[in-house]
């Protein structure tokens, strides 16, 4: 089937080659044993549901085109946000050799919970970030040590 899209161009998009039907990802991923294990089950039950069908076989192919553009959605945003989760954390990882060791756990919260906000753009969600390291710039040493028994 080629890969066709309506909306987005995130990551998985990013990957696909002009002279190619097939998505790269898709053909990797078809290469493991239990997807084609699966693939095969399905297409032995939609064989039969068709047969079942008789003349109203329309039915079958309509729900299947619509259950194929959701799995091929889904799919692209799981790999979109799988990516886009590893890049961050890659880049985390690269800096961490120069945090404290007490830094690491606040730095992977805050990596997350950006992450998750999928309503707001990477852009919105670096602002959101900024603005909330700006903010606790402009504590003094005196109030971000309050509360905090030296070592």
């Known amino acids: 089937m080629p890969y066709t899209t309506k909306t987005r ?12 039907e097939e998505h790269p990802i898709d053909k990797l991923v078809a290469q493991q044993p239990m997807v084609n294990h699966l693939r095969r089950r399905i297409s032995r039950s939609s064989e039969a549901l ?37 890049l961050a954390a890659g880049r985390t990882e690269a800096f961490q050799a120069s945090l404290a060791p007490r830094l690491t756990h606040l730095t992977r919260e805050l990596r997350t919970r ?12 670096v602002a959101a970030l900024l603005l ?5 710039c402009s ?3 005196q109030d971000s040590t309050a509360g905090r028994t030296s070592p």
């Open 50 to 86: 068709m047969l079942a069908l008789g003349d109203r076989t329309d039915l079958w192919l309509k729900l299947e085109r619509l259950l194929s553009e959701r799995e091929m959605a889904r799919e692209e945003a799981y790999f979109d946000a799988g990516f886009e989760h590893g």
């Open 114 to 125: 950006a992450l998750l906000e999928y309503g707001l753009s990477a852009q919105e969600r």
């Open 9 to 20: 161009s995130g990551s998985y998009r990013s990957l696909m080659p002009t002279n190619e």
């Open 139 to 141: 504590c003094s040493d």
């Open 132 to 136: 909330t390291a700006w903010s606790l």
